[in-house]
């Protein structure tokens, strides 16, 4: 536990729910004092972290043919009606736009919850035929949702940071293949944020309205409890029928054209805080840290001013070499600046001192174990990206970890309760026979719900099959559920 | 003129208003068939192009020590009321939003025009002492004002894509400074994408609501109107004293911040369409097209695959050389590239066949100038960048003729009316002794309104000062000011 000094805060992760809404304020990712509940300011810093990460999903879309569009935040209430499961779906959660200026509007607008019904009617106009499918198209936006559980800064608000991708294809097998296409997207996603992943296949009853299928995105956090970090939808004719969305095919013959969507959100921000952080505050992903090296002088005295130029020299060679760094030249000691950006989880610090100058050293403090190494001056390339390597590659390792210790697999309910009785209270992975009353009971002996089919892995698409006993009745079955806790 | 043998739109700039939106139309910019009136849909050429400009601005900004930030869409009506000129100012132009869900809200909340009355309440808390400022922040969101005029592409939209940099200062004096640091922000972006620009001191009578005055940027439009893409305010103490802005002193008293605001919006893009486009379409200026080379390869019978691979490898090459470039392979017969692509305003098209491949040559064909030129392919990565450097000067020059045709200097109403007499319609640019029953005789008789005082430069923050006589009462002053009919 670290006490930051200037805002007296003491950092507890085994508090997580504490812990979160300080290290999130103290990090400078996000700011809740606006007057609207949910509703948070991004400052500067978790703006940037955000960019980043939209940087990643901009680069995956465009590289996989996407095209990034811009739809209008408000729908009428006539275009969201079309699509009779998806206005059920959201009734209750939208907010409405009814007037403007002093005049009532005609008919009442909403602001997207998502965005079909503003791009559906659109879409309708711009197929025509064959060659414009696929259509393969994203927006980065914020969405609204009238939520009314407690909000939580990334994890659950109001006015959302939303990316969503919106496909149109010829057939149900190539809308099929943009779903694996979307999967081996997450993959590589979440190597890169260093996130905790599982592609699971929603039970029907948990799937999103008007889709066909879901497959749910999940983060294990902590608690060991999953977190939905985004969505994909087969949507099949689903909305294309409502909206009207035909081509004519090669046949001459005029078709519904099958749809998909990805959503994600702001959320995977939250994944990294909560999966990563620790008493000193958060530790970020080196592809994603705004600042992946921060430079703290050792100002001792009558060598200030010596110091100062070397560092501001290193700052500049180490950013012709492409790298993110900053140097805090603060007139604070030292120890406040250790602080400061530990607390933001700058991976490397790196500190120059009258002694490192002279012997063409450098020190390099890692964020997530800890260690100190010193490095040859000469060696500052390759060592800054081994360095970088370095954190990856141990927050990975830890992603493994998590992954092994969230997951456990389970052949009936006595097993189950005697796992759960040790203490570990994670993701149950079993067998099912596919009857609701066995569902039903699973979920209330474990205490969890039906998380839903784990995917075999992020290429195939295909659900996870393996002979064994139902872990309610034990009837022979091959169908592999997951039951959790979820946030 | 030429016609899209797609679309069957014959694009005729004399005119305009109609050339206008078919050029928004066929180029692929803009869609304005949502359902809803002045909210359109950023197509993916358009939006690259927004894109493109949104990178310059951040640039500029990070550059200039601004933060990114993202504030709240909604605000609630309690915060926007504080300021009593600003709420009147907008009282009849904004959407509410009045409920959540099925229930009403206890305080209704409006979508931002503009960002004051989200920024300052959080302002008012994170600046805490002389050490916080300057704070200097920006965003770029979606704004939304109810119009009730006719709207327009790019130039008015009820959902804006909107540029806002919010500052605070301790003194008056440094806030003028960011205000001469606004302005040479404005010239260096009118410079990169190749538009006239004024900076305009708007009369008292014009400035915006809360401003202690208001320095409009504006461009001329290819009829000598002219239209505003931009505006710089000085709050001067206007908005830090209802929100209750204060820092400690070094002198340990508390006194209000001085803050100053930078607004711009899509109407960029609006100005680079009316200002360079023709009757072949839109022309970009290099800096921001999203695609600078075009190739055509000439498919000549039998040596299909042949240039195929030439063109394909070229296209590795400039792509390389770190331009952007695509390569236009689709089966239809070269006329029907060269219109699509001319429509789109791609500055360079590059033509590739047969004998190119066999004498080690390209063609470069400008669009600006429809000129073709012969290129070595040893020389490619210089004539690529001379050649965008071609356009770009072109486009300059052709920026500096319109400004030196679109405002005129005039000594009195009868000089006026002569200069009116040829039919020339532009800014009238003379004195004015000050009194108000002048203005009006000269908005009057020359049928245009008050734009303002012009800057003497982009970088002293001045107003052009003269000895001359009021245009209208003859009586000797020193004051400039433009009149002129404005979108």
């Known amino acids: 536990m670290v006490e930051d000094e200037k805002k007296k805060i003491v950092l507890d992760k085994s508090d997580f729910s504490t812990w979160y809404n300080d290290v999130v304020e103290v990090a400078g990712l996000s700011d809740k004092r606006y007057p609207v509940k949910g509703m948070n300011v991004w400052t500067p810093y978790g703006w940037k972290v955000m960019q980043a990460v939209d940087r990643i999903l901009r680069r995956e879309f465009d590289d996989t043919e996407h095209d990034e569009v811009q739809f209008p935040l408000l729908i009428p209430k006539t275009e969201f009606q079309k699509e009779a499961d998806h206005i059920k779906g959201f009734d209750a959660e939208v907010y409405w736009v009814t007037h403007g200026g002093l005049n009532e509007l005609d008919v009442p607008m909403l602001l997207r919850p998502t965005s079909e019904t503003a791009m559906y009617p659109m879409f309708s106009l711009w197929i025509r035929s064959h060659n414009d499918l696929p259509l393969k198209t994203y927006q980065i936006v914020n969405t609204f949702r009238y939520e009314t559980k407690m909000t939580r800064s990334f994890i659950r608000v109001r006015e959302i940071h939303f990316f969503e991708a919106h496909t149109c294809h010829e057939t149900f097998e190539d809308a099929e293949g943009q779903i694996r296409e979307d999967c081996s997207i997450m993959d590589r996603l979440a190597k890169e944020l260093c996130i905790p992943y599982l592609l699971v296949k929603r039970p029907d009853w948990d799937k999103f309205a008007g889709a066909v299928y879901t497959i749910g995105v999940d983060t294990i956090m902590p608690s060991k409890k999953t977190l939905q970090l985004g969505s994909i939808h087969q949507y099949r004719e689903n909305f294309s029928r409502p909206y009207d969305i035909t081509y004519e095919g090669a046949d001459g013959e005029h078709h519904h054209v099958h749809q998909t969507t990805y959503g994600m959100s702001e959320r995977l921000i939250g994944a990294i805080i909560g999966v990563h952080g620790d008493d000193k505050g958060i530790i970020l992903p080196p592809k994603i840290a705004p600042i992946q090296f921060m430079i703290i002088p050792i100002l001792a005295k009558g060598k200030v001013e010596m110091v100062t130029e070397a560092a501001k020299e290193l700052e500049r060679e180490i950013k012709e070499m492409g790298f993110r760094v900053k140097l805090d030249l603060r007139d604070v000691r030292p120890g406040s600046k250790h602080y400061d950006w530990e607390i933001k989880g700058v991976p490397i610090r790196v500190e120059i001192g009258p002694r490192d100058i002279e012997n063409n050293t450098l020190v390099f403090k890692r964020r997530d174990l800890s260690t100190k190494a010193f490095i040859e001056r000469k060696d500052l390339k390759e060592e800054a990206q081994k360095a970088l390597d370095e954190v990856e590659k141990e927050m990975l390792s830890r992603v493994e970890n998590i992954m092994e210790d969230g997951v456990k697999e389970v052949d009936s ?59 309610n009745c034990g009837k022979p079955c091959d169908t592999v559920v997951m039951l959790s806790k979820s946030y």
Chains 1, 2 share one sequence.
């Open 413 to 471: 309910v006595y097993d189950g309760k005697d796992l759960l009785g040790t203490g570990w209270d994670g993701i149950i992975k079993t067998n099912w026979c596919g009857e609701m009353e066995c569902a039903r009971e699973m979920e209330t002996q474990m205490d969890k719900t039906f998380l839903g089919y784990p995917l075999k892995d992020a290429v195939s698409g295909e659900t996870e099959k393996k002979d064994g006993n139902c872990m």
